[in-house]
């Protein structure tokens, strides 16, 4: 992968996408690395579609835009497979993490992509640990073991850290779950 790690994050509001964008900046932090993460949204509402955005380097990063050539995708809600074209830019190399139903495979037909490709049932995951169909964090535990590019005890810790004690035990049971439960191609 590149100098400096591009992930883009989609989702809707209140799903908890800028909350991921920040646990994956924090845990990398932990880890030594330089950083950025931001969201990019206007006036949107619950629901709206939004995105967020990681840089994560060894060097510190100069480049204050959004990412336009991620190496990873992260999406959050499925429906915006239909409405936003999340594979636009893409490195070619590049990783596509989805929190759908789909095994990898059928996934990379219908996308259109030759990519390695994680899917997982990150909406079950969150009702049935959280009681809610909050998904950031159970997309943390696919990101982490699909990409390598965090360690799942830092992400962890920094979830630990960022919630109550007994929303974190919670969040990473999710975290841990989608960890094991992911699929790749």
Known sequence: MADVIKIRFHGRGGQGVVTAS??????????????????????????????????????????????????????????LLKVENVTEGLEKDGII????????????????VNNKVGTINATK????????AITNTPILGALAKVTGIISLGTIIEVTKERFEQGLAAKNINAIKRAYEEVKMS
Not at 97 to 107: A, H, R
Not at 125 to 132: K, N, Q, R
């Open 97 to 112: 993490i989805v929190n759908i139903e789909k095994n990898p495979d059928q996934l990379k037909s219908e996308l259109k």
């Open 22 to 79: 920040r646990l994956v900046a924090e845990a990398a932090l932990k880890e030594g690395k330089k950083v950025q993460s931001f969201p990019a949204f206007g006036a949107e509402r619950k629901g709206a579609p939004i995105k967020a955005f990681t840089k994560i380097s060894d060097e510190p990063i100069l480049s204050r835009s959004q990412i336009y050539n991620p190496d990873i995708v992260v999406v959050l809600d499925p429906t």
């Open 125 to 132: 995951i969150a009702l049935e640990t959280l009681g809610t």
